[in-house]
């Protein structure tokens, strides 16, 4: 997740006197809006609990009150402090940091703690009303969902919740996965549009892992109607002899041999993102990216206007940043930004291994770039807890024992993050598998994933093979 305090507010306080709020924002988004105080007695909060070896440096106090320029240094110097306290693998993830933050959201929000109905979307179309406090955290409404479907406390940590945009096609575009430190009735609502909702889907991406939530009638039901949504709004590349084959599964209601045929097919278990602009293999080249498989797939249209598609091995990423900018709408403005007449241009750039000795960064331009790092580090802890010899049901008993000492740091659910280097300077380096291997991207063509085109080579042992023309 980014966060950062793009800028300060000079507001009223309650006895007539003013104060300097400082806005941080989640993802380019307004979470909550904070005084110096406020930031100051966390700090001093989490000094107490975790030491002075381990706390990032404050801004100091001023005895007098601040210029403008001495403002924009605080401003700055708070910004390096949240994030460098989210970054950290113990404070980050505290519940020290994570209530401040929901309890900050809600009072920027203005919300009454009171009991709300709060609507979840399904799949293919199906909702759930779920009756819960204005003040609920994540996971709280994740686990009433749960036991509203009747999903057993086993299979609650398979399922996450996520803030979707839905378009006028009807088509969704995943905004983030719901954190530990918002109130998602606060950060839906917040949004005053119809178009955003809740959606409940499976957050892991080893198939293999399908078994178990299929062996349960909930689960199975639930992963049936989330294949058949993604299938239909073309997530999952079928083609006819595929499809007529499912459709016959589907007919005889045999839902887990329809699972079964929908897992052999390409892009089972992706996410798709808008289309957005990539510098690789050229600057300004369109592309429709793709999670899942442990890896970002790229359908690239180039300048030519030749199609490329290849995939980026997580496997094979030294490490990867998020980073936002402002950028007036209004062009030839010189004055600075404000939430009225900016725009916020997200990045995710990642560091490749493209052969044995070469590595080069790749950035992908796209709004929906926290998701796509979200998807990766989803993917990164994935394979360590599997190399570990872990799996989600151990997660799972960890994420049940933890609920009853939220305030212990040490029962989080989520590894650490591993390889999301928000700073270039950073020197991590994770080694997923012992042997890094050359990566062949092979095309498709558009009628069919069975046959392969051939291509030019671009450098390295990069491959892209051409395919289709398709819309992007």
């Known amino acids: 997740m980014h966060f950062s305090i793009p800028e300060t507010e000079v507001r009223s306080g309650e006895n007539g006197s003013t104060y300097v709020a400082y806005n941080i ?20 909060q989490i000094k107490k609990e975790y030491g002075n070896n381990v706390v990032p440096a404050f801004p100091p106090k001023k005895i007098f009150t601040l210029t403008p320029a001495e403002v924009e240094q605080r401003r700055e110097q708070l910004e390096k402090y949240m994030q460098a306290v989210r970054q950290d693998p ?24 009171e009991e709300v109905q709060l609507e979840v979307h399904l799949s293919k179309g199906q909702k759930v009303r779920v009756n819960i406090l204005t003040s609920d955290q994540t996971e709280d409404v994740l686990e009433a969902v749960a036991a509203k479907l009747d999903l057993p406390d086993e299979l609650v940590g398979y399922f996450s919740l996520f803030l979707v945009q839905e378009g006028a096609d009807g088509g969704y575009t995943f905004v983030r996965k719901l954190q530990e430190f918002e109130l998602p009735y606060v950060s839906v609502t917040s949004l005053h549009s119809p178009d955003f909702h809740i959606v409940l889907r499976k957050s892991y991406w080893d198939t293999a892992y399908d078994n178990d939530v299929m062996d349960n009638r909930v689960g199975l039901n639930l ?30 209601g045999s839902k887990k041999e329809f699972i079964r045929l929908a897992q052999t097919l390409k892009y089972y278990g992706y996410i798709k993102f808008d289309p957005c602009v990539t510098d690789f293999p050229e600057k300004g080249c369109h592309v429709i990216v793709s999670a899942g498989n442990n890896e970002l797939n790229f359908h690239v249209k180039l300048p030519s206007e030749q199609m490329k598609e290849g995939s980026f091995k997580v496997t094979r990423m030294r490490c990867w940043r998020v980073t936002s900018s ?19 241009k997200l990045e995710l750039a990642f560091e490749y ?11 992908i331009t796209s709004q929906q770039a926290i998701m796509m790092s979200i998807c990766l580090q989803a993917m990164v802890d994935e394979l360590m807890v599997k190399k570990s010899g872990g799996s989600i049901k151990k997660m799972q008993k960890k994420r049940l024992n933890g609920a009853l000492h939220r305030s212990d740091s040490n029962q989080a659910v989520k590894s650490p993050p591993l390889l999301d280097s928000p700073d270039p300077n950073r020197e991590q380096v994770v080694k997923l598998s012992t042997k890094l291997t050359s990566v062949s991207l092979r095309g498709i063509s558009a009628s069919s994933s069975n046959n392969d085109i051939s291509g030019n080579d671009f450098h390295g042992n990069f491959a892209f093979e051409g395919i289709g023309d398709d819309d992007l």
Not at 25 to 40: A, D, F, M, P, T
Not at 353 to 363: A, E, G, N, P
């Open 326 to 344: 402002q950028v007036p709408v209004v062009n030839g403005s010189a004055n600075p930004c404000s939430s009225a007449k900016c725009d916020v």
């Open 353 to 363: 291994l493209m052969s044995k000795d070469r590595l080069q960064w790749v950035t």
């Open 223 to 252: 992963l049936y109607s989330q294949t058949v949504s993604d299938i239909e709004r073309g997530w999952i590349l079928v083609n006819k002899d595929q499809h007529r084959q499912l459709k016959s599964l589907q007919e005889k």
């Open 90 to 113: 113990t404070l980050g993830s505290s519940e020290m940091f994570n209530s401040f933050l929901r309890k900050a959201q809600q009072e920027t929000q203005q919300i009454p703690t």
């Open 25 to 44: 924002h989640v993802n380019g988004v307004l979470h909550c809006r904070v005084r110096y105080s406020q930031l100051l007695g966390l700090h001093e």
